[in-house]
C-alpha cells in the first residue's frame, strides 16, 4: 500500500516540477498536501527535497533540497517565512540584534544554531552568469528600503558590487519615532512588527532617526563612498529604491520631523521598477511583482526592512547578471518634497 502510494506522489511531483509556468508553483503546493495525506498511510515515507533559487522553475526540477509549502502563498500573502534558501542548507532567519551589531550571543551555540549571522548566505551569485555583465558608471549600489508609514520604523541598507555582483556589507537600523507618546509607540510597534515577532528586538535596539543617520554616515565613511567635511553626493555609488516613496517623499518628510536637514547624499537615486520596466519592457508594481516575473521566490518576511532590502538586492544582482545598465532615474534640485526631476521618459 506504502508503495502504491508513493508512486502516487512521485508522479504528481515530476509533472509539478517540470512546467516552467509560474503555476509550478501552485502546483508543488498542491504535492506537497498530497505528501502530506500519504503520510497518514506510511510512516515510511520521508519529506521530498527540493531546491529553490532564482533559476527557473524549469532548471529546478533536477535538483533537490527542504522546500516549505509556504512559497505558493507569495500572490494570496505576501508575508511569508520561507525554509529554502539558495544553497543547501537549512535557512535560517537573521538575528535582527548582529544586524545592528548589537548581538551579546556570538558563543551561544544554540542562538547560532537558530539564527543566521551572515547576510552574504542569502546574497549568493553562484547561479548567475558573468557573461551578460556589464560595465556600469557606479562601482556601488546600496539597496534600500525604509519601514513606517507614520515615521520611519526601519533603515535598512545592503551593499552590492557593481563589478562583481557580490554583498559587500549592510547596515540596519529600528528607529524610535520623535513625535509620538510612548502609548502610541506600543500600539504602532505591536502593529507593525508584532506580527513577525520581533517587536521585542526594536524596542530594545531602536534609536533616534538623527542617531540613525550620524552612524550610517560612519558606515559610509569606512567604506569611502562620503565624507562628512566634503560633502556632496555618495562617491561612484548610489542608492537603490523600489520606487520613490522612500527618497522622494519620506527621507525628507522625516527630517523635517526630526528638525535636521536633508542630507547630500539624499540627492539622488534610483528607482529599479523604472530599470526593470525599460530593461525588461515589463511593468513591475513592486517587489513582489518583480521577483514573480523572474521566479525568484521571497525570502524571509514581506515588509520587515531588512528582508525586503536582501530580496531587493537579490533583483538587483539578477538584473545585472543579465545585463541590465543600472542609471540614475531620479534627482532632486533642494530639499523640498516636490522638487525632483526624472530622468527615464519610460517610467513607472
Given at each position: 500500500?506504502?508503495?502504491?502510494?508513493?508512486?502516487?506522489?512521485?508522479?504528481?511531483?515530476?509533472?509539478?516540477?517540470?512546467?516552467?509556468?509560474?503555476?509550478?508553483?501552485?502546483?508543488?503546493?498542491?504535492?506537497?498536501?498530497l505528501?502530506?495525506?500519504?503520510?497518514?498511510?506510511?510512516?515510511?515515507?520521508?519529506?521530498?527535497?527540493?531546491?529553490?533559487s532564482?533559476?527557473?522553475?524549469?532548471?529546478?526540477?533536477?535538483r533537490?533540497?527542504?522546500?516549505?509549502?509556504?512559497?505558493?502563498?507569495?500572490?494570496?500573502?505576501?508575508?511569508?517565512?520561507?525554509?529554502?534558501?539558495?544553497?543547501?542548507?537549512k535557512?535560517?532567519?537573521?538575528c535582527?540584534?548582529?544586524?545592528?551589531?548589537?548581538?551579546?550571543?556570538?558563543?551561544?551555540?544554540?542562538?547560532l544554531?537558530?539564527?543566521?549571522?551572515?547576510?552574504?548566505?542569502?546574497?549568493?551569485?553562484?547561479?548567475?552568469?558573468?557573461?551578460?555583465?556589464?560595465?556600469?558608471?557606479?562601482?556601488?549600489l546600496?539597496?534600500?528600503?525604509?519601514?513606517?508609514?507614520?515615521?520611519?520604523?526601519?533603515?535598512?541598507?545592503v551593499?552590492?558590487?557593481?563589478?562583481?555582483?557580490?554583498?559587500?556589507?549592510?547596515?540596519?537600523?529600528?528607529?524610535?519615532?520623535t513625535?509620538?507618546?510612548?502609548?502610541?509607540?506600543?500600539?504602532?510597534?505591536?502593529?507593525?512588527?508584532?506580527?513577525?515577532?520581533v517587536?521585542?528586538?526594536?524596542?530594545?535596539?531602536?534609536?533616534?532617526?538623527?542617531?540613525?543617520?550620524?552612524?550610517?554616515?560612519?558606515?559610509?565613511?569606512?567604506?569611502?563612498?562620503?565624507?562628512?567635511?566634503?560633502?556632496?553626493?555618495?562617491?561612484?555609488?548610489?542608492?537603490?529604491?523600489?520606487?520613490?516613496?522612500?527618497?522622494?517623499?519620506?527621507?525628507?518628510?522625516?527630517?523635517r520631523?526630526s528638525?535636521?536637514?536633508?542630507?547630500p547624499?539624499?540627492?539622488?537615486?534610483?528607482?529599479?521598477?523604472?530599470?526593470?520596466?525599460?530593461?525588461?519592457?515589463?511593468?513591475?508594481?513592486?517587489?513582489?511583482?518583480?521577483?514573480?516575473?523572474?521566479?525568484?521566490?521571497?525570502?524571509?518576511?514581506?515588509?520587515?526592512?531588512?528582508?525586503?532590502?536582501?530580496?531587493?538586492?537579490?533583483?538587483l544582482q539578477?538584473?545585472?547578471?543579465?545585463?541590465?545598465?543600472?542609471?540614475?532615474?531620479?534627482?532632486?534640485?533642494?530639499?523640498?518634497?516636490?522638487?525632483?526631476?526624472?530622468?527615464?521618459?519610460?517610467?513607472?
Amino acid at each position: 500500500m506504502a508503495r502504491f502510494y508513493l508512486q502516487i506522489f512521485l508522479n504528481f511531483t515530476h509533472a509539478s516540477l517540470s512546467a516552467s509556468s509560474p503555476m509550478a508553483f501552485t502546483r508543488l503546493h498542491s504535492s506537497s498536501v498530497l505528501f502530506s495525506h500519504l503520510r497518514t498511510f506510511s510512516p515510511l515515507l520521508q519529506p521530498p527535497q527540493v531546491l529553490f533559487s532564482s533559476l527557473s522553475l524549469s532548471r529546478l526540477a533536477n535538483r533537490r533540497s527542504p522546500v516549505s509549502a509556504s512559497v505558493v502563498a507569495m500572490d494570496q500573502n505576501p508575508t511569508v517565512e520561507m525554509e529554502a534558501p539558495p544553497t543547501r542548507r537549512k535557512w535560517k532567519p537573521l538575528c535582527l540584534y548582529y544586524t545592528q551589531g548589537k548581538c551579546t550571543m556570538m558563543e551561544d551555540g544554540s542562538h547560532l544554531e537558530k539564527f543566521n549571522h551572515n547576510l552574504e548566505l542569502d546574497l549568493g551569485v553562484d547561479g548567475l552568469v558573468m557573461n551578460k555583465l556589464r560595465p556600469q558608471e557606479l562601482d556601488y549600489l546600496l539597496v534600500l528600503d525604509l519601514e513606517g508609514k507614520v515615521e520611519i520604523l526601519e533603515f535598512p541598507v545592503v551593499m552590492i558590487d557593481t563589478r562583481t555582483m557580490k554583498f559587500v556589507d549592510s547596515f540596519h537600523r529600528f528607529v524610535r519615532p520623535t513625535m509620538m507618546s510612548e502609548q502610541k509607540i506600543e500600539q504602532y510597534i505591536e502593529g507593525k512588527y508584532g506580527k513577525f515577532g520581533v517587536d521585542r528586538v526594536w524596542h530594545d535596539t531602536a534609536i533616534p532617526f538623527k542617531d540613525v543617520l550620524q552612524e550610517f554616515e560612519q558606515w559610509l565613511a569606512r567604506h569611502n563612498l562620503w565624507e562628512k567635511v566634503k560633502g556632496g553626493p555618495l562617491n561612484r555609488a548610489a542608492f537603490v529604491t523600489c520606487g520613490n516613496w522612500d527618497l522622494k517623499t519620506k527621507v525628507p518628510d522625516q527630517c523635517r520631523v526630526s528638525k535636521m536637514n536633508l542630507p547630500p547624499y539624499f540627492m539622488e537615486w534610483i528607482n529599479l521598477k523604472d530599470i526593470f520596466l525599460n530593461f525588461y519592457n515589463r511593468r513591475a508594481t513592486g517587489m513582489v511583482t518583480m521577483m514573480r516575473e523572474l521566479q525568484m521566490p521571497i525570502f524571509g518576511s514581506h515588509h520587515l526592512g531588512i528582508d525586503d532590502a536582501k530580496n531587493i538586492a537579490r533583483v538587483l544582482q539578477h538584473m545585472l547578471s543579465d545585463g541590465a545598465l543600472m542609471q540614475i532615474s531620479a534627482r532632486r534640485g533642494s530639499s523640498d518634497i516636490g522638487d525632483v526631476k526624472f530622468t527615464f521618459k519610460n517610467r513607472i
